[in-house]
């Protein structure tokens, strides 16, 4: 057994935490309130590698694993957690699945752009009636000859205004389910492919998150992505790496309303003495710091797994479902530790209390997660 | 043009310092270590010149194995090897005995130029730049702002009171730099893992030709008596009152005990 951080992994955490907090850190109230990212600082994180980081050196990436990947996004999302969340998607939903599905050409098209941070992401997977049953989606593909026609409206995608490269499920053949689904790329300017409706959301509000909408849309064939029918396989293998993405999002989250939680809590004066020396906050941090240090155990096991080439389906939703449920939990304690001051925006938790509740519900619910735990140790399939 | 930067593993500015029980150092279990802010903008300086005009960046340091991680972080950053010089006969070396063997591992070395920091943010002396270039024989320019390099000369920027002083020496020099001469890039996942694969190079002072009288603990000219922390910040006082009463008493503090004015 071996707890410790490698010397490269430590190298990487205190890189990344002394950019994310002397760039993104001092953004991150602005960014909350405007709704949108500075583009620069996809290039700044591309230009460290931190856009594809376990893709290999040969295509642009960082060279790097999916435990890096972990101390990536845990970094960024202590900052702010919507870049966070367009990082974890361009990493983990988009560079994975070229990667490890894409043709050698399609590698060279689109993996350098990605993860020099030139050209960023999105996943398109759900859609009005397809959420957390995503094998019911019915966006089609229809097999034109030389090319593929595309029709469907896709919904609450992340990063969908700015994406330059889209990953669109669809199905390509007539058999219902999870069976003839297939996996294609689309880039932004592809005949019939729009942005649709722009939602307004509670947390992670400088991403953005949109419809995308399919009418006609017109694909070359060597678009497809892996093999026809196998779009579904592909989904869930991709959705396995996005979920410990997501884990070490709410990590991040956690451990910002933690420790901006004890900074108040050691300045704030009631009955003559900083609140820190109650045993009500005492003992809400440190459930905080259990729970968090729990997650991240579960989280850096999850992605060992991953990086060991072994299936890791259960061990990454038990770290999504234990790292997003303690994100929210620890936001809720620390906006209680804040009292007024956590309910007004001119303190940090209130927006680390919005940004939680999404690692809650997106790449699969905590339902969904508790769901697919149960099927594994059940043995059933629905 | 080959460069050689001296560099430095330092307690991180931010994290508590406790003194020793002894009184004669600093507790150093559980304080992070970084590399030396200085040094930062040494290593960018050096890479900015290999990538205009060609070269190598060497990144040198002197100190217990730890320090290991300073050079892993210039190789991160772009610097092409790392020399580590490592004795425990250097305990207790004081700043001249670490010129000594920093200068006695680039003389073996060879170089065009040697960049450090201004000073380390752990002593603040600002001897061992200096120092090193009286031992290696170079002409030295220190906390430069600006660095120019042309047939073989180096034309520093420093600032002074009031002034900017424009200084021109020979190459082979030595080079300490302010921060505010560039902007440092940050180490990249592939330099990360190019400084995990790349090999430093370990020397003992027995490696460098220097005895224990020249460079060792025992040869420094200079000893800790102690350390105390600095006096704890008194509370402030606020002055209360008609606005006309509170300036007067405010400037006779300042005058009687402040001593400000």
């Excluded at chain 2, 190459?171 to 302010?178: K, M, N, R, S």
Aim: net charge negative; proline share 4%.
């Amino acid at each position: 057994m071996e707890f410790d951080l490698s010397e490269e992994h430590r190298l990487v955490q205190s890189t990344v935490r002394e950019w994310a907090t002397s760039r993104l850190l001092p953004l991150a109230a602005e960014m909350d309130r405007s709704g949108r990212y500075p583009p620069e600082l996809l290039l700044e994180l591309g230009e460290m590698g931190l856009m594809g980081v376990f893709i290999p050196e040969a295509y642009g990436g960082g060279g790097m694993n999916a435990v890096s990947c972990c101390i990536v996004i845990e970094e960024i999302a202590r900052a702010e957690a919507a870049l966070s969340a367009v990082v974890s998607v361009n990493n983990s939903l988009v560079c994975y699945p070229i990667f490890a599905f894409g043709t050698e050409h399609q590698k060279r098209m689109y993996l350098r752009e990605l993860a020099r941070g030139r050209k960023v992401g999105c996943y398109c997977l759900t859609e009005p009636t397809a959420g957390s049953d995503a094998a019911s989606l019915r966006t089609t593909a229809r097999d034109a000859g030389d090319h593929w026609v595309l029709n469907g409206t896709k919904i609450f995608v992340t990063n969908g205004v700015e994406a330059d490269v889209l990953i669109v499920y669809a199905r390509s053949d007539a058999e219902s389910g999870s069976g003839g689904i297939s996996a294609f790329i689309a880039e932004r300017g592809d005949p019939g492919l729009a942005v649709g409706k722009v939602e307004h959301k509670l947390g992670i509000r400088a991403s953005s998150t949109c419809e995308i909408v399919l009418e006609d849309c017109r694909l070359p064939k060597d678009r497809l992505l892996g093999e026809r029918g196998k779009g579904f396989h592909i989904a869930l293998a991709t959705l396995d790496g996005g979920r410990i993405g997501i884990a070490a999002q709410a990590l991040g989250i956690a451990r910002a309303a933690m420790e901006d939680a004890v900074a108040y809590a050691k300045e704030r004066r009631q009955f003559g003495r900083p609140i820190a020396e109650f045993q009500a906050t005492q003992w809400k941090i440190a459930d905080m710091a259990t729970r968090i240090q729990a997650g991240r155990l579960l989280t850096y096991r999850a992605a060992w797994i991953r990086d060991q080439g072994r299936r890791h389906t259960k061990e990454a939703s038990v770290a999504k479902l234990f790292a997003s449920e303690t994100a929210m939990w620890a936001a809720t304690q620390a906006v209680q530790i804040y009292g007024g001051y956590g309910y007004i925006q001119d303190y940090p938790v209130e927006r680390h209390f919005r940004d939680a509740k999404i690692t809650e519900i997106y790449e699969g619910t905590s339902e969904v997660q508790r769901m697919v735990i149960a099927r594994q140790l059940l043995g059933t399939s629905t | 043009m080959n460069v050689v930067v001296c560099v430095k593993y330092v307690p991180d500015t931010e994290a508590p310092i406790r003194i020793r029980a002894d009184g004669r150092g600093i507790e150093e279990s559980g304080l992070p270590f970084k590399l030396n802010y200085y040094d930062e903008h040494a290593v960018e300086e050096a890479l900015r010149i290999k990538e205009r005009t060609g070269g190598t960046v060497t990144v040198v340091t002197v100190g217990p194995s730890t320090a290991a991680q300073a050079l892993r972080q210039g190789v991160a950053m772009g610097a092409d090897a790392a020399i580590h010089v490592e004795d425990p006969a250097l305990d207790g070396a004081d700043h001249l005995g670490v010129a000594r063997a920093l200068a006695a591992a680039i003389a073996a070395q060879g170089c065009d130029l040697v960049i450090c920091g201004k000073l380390s943010t752990d002593d603040n002396a600002s001897v061992v730049g200096p120092a090193l270039a009286e031992f290696l024989g170079f002409p030295q320019a220190t906390a430069v702002t600006k660095l120019e390099l042309s047939d073989g000369k180096a034309t520093a920027h420093r600032e002074v009171e009031g002034a900017v002083e424009i200084l021109q020496v020979v190459l082979p020099a030595v080079i300490t730099v302010e921060r505010s001469i560039n902007e440092p890039r940050y180490p990249s996942l592939p330099g990360i893992m190019r400084a995990k694969r790349t090999a430093i190079a370990v020397k003992t002072l027995g490696d460098l030709g220097l005895t224990l009288e020249e460079a060792g603990g025992v040869a420094a000219r200079t000893e800790v008596l102690g350390y105390a922390p600095p006096p704890r910040r008194q509370a402030g006082r606020i002055l209360e009152g008609e606005p006309v009463e509170m300036v007067k008493e405010l400037v006779r503090l300042l005058r009687e005990e402040a001593k400000v004015l």
